[in-house]
């Protein structure tokens, strides 16, 4: 869901209630098999069903190691409401940055990526694949549904390659204690704190 000239969410009550009953219209006329928001909290969801509208198929909120959103998640779960991840590569040690995205949070998340003996670094060489194959594996091991971008076809391929080999359970565990809370991916703050 989109809010006009405010990003990827929206953040006020009236524009998230509006844009949820548009989309609910169009699943009714049947212009769309399932609908999904994008950046919603607890909080948020608790709208709609104060407002006895339906419940989303899918929330896509960012989601990676070091942003694991447990509560949230859960919530998802227990709400039958899968959870969507993107910039699911952020810990990833060659990360890009979009200009103008940089926050202080994310040049020390950055910096962390590009130790030597950054966890991703260590865990892709033990199971013989890239940094971005074990987060996108760990994504998939969680259940979670992931978009990663790219435009590079060996990419995409590599990417697309994350089921000849599975993360074990101590390394799954040491993954779960490296959450940092909030996402880096929007310079303005993680929009799922939107009021």
Do not use: C
């Amino acid at each position: 869901m989109r809010a006009t000239g405010k990003g990827d969410a929206p953040y006020d009550r009236e524009h998230r209630l509006a844009q949820w009953r548009g989309l609910v219209e169009l699943k009714r006329q049947g212009k769309a098999r399932s609908i999904g928001v994008s950046n919603f909290s607890i909080e948020h969801i608790e709208e709609l069903k104060s407002a006895d509208l339906p419940m989303p198929a899918a929330n896509q909120i960012e989601l990676h190691p070091w942003s694991q959103k447990p509560a949230l998640v859960q919530y998802l779960n227990n709400n039958g409401i899968t959870p969507i991840a993107y910039s699911s590569l952020v810990p990833l040690s060659t990360w890009r940055i979009a200009e103008g995205q940089a926050s202080a949070k994310t040049e020390e998340m950055k910096a962390d990526g590009l130790q030597a003996d950054a966890p991703f670094k260590i865990m892709a060489t033990k199971y013989g694949v890239t940094e971005a194959q074990v987060l996108l594996r760990w994504a998939v091991q969680k259940g979670y549904p992931v978009l990663p971008k790219s435009t590079n076809g060996g990419r995409i391929r590599t990417n697309a390659d994350i089921f000849s080999f599975s993360i074990d359970e101590p390394d799954m565990a040491a993954i779960e204690k490296m959450d940092r809370g909030d996402g880096v991916a929007w310079a303005s703050g993680d929009p799922t704190k939107a009021p």
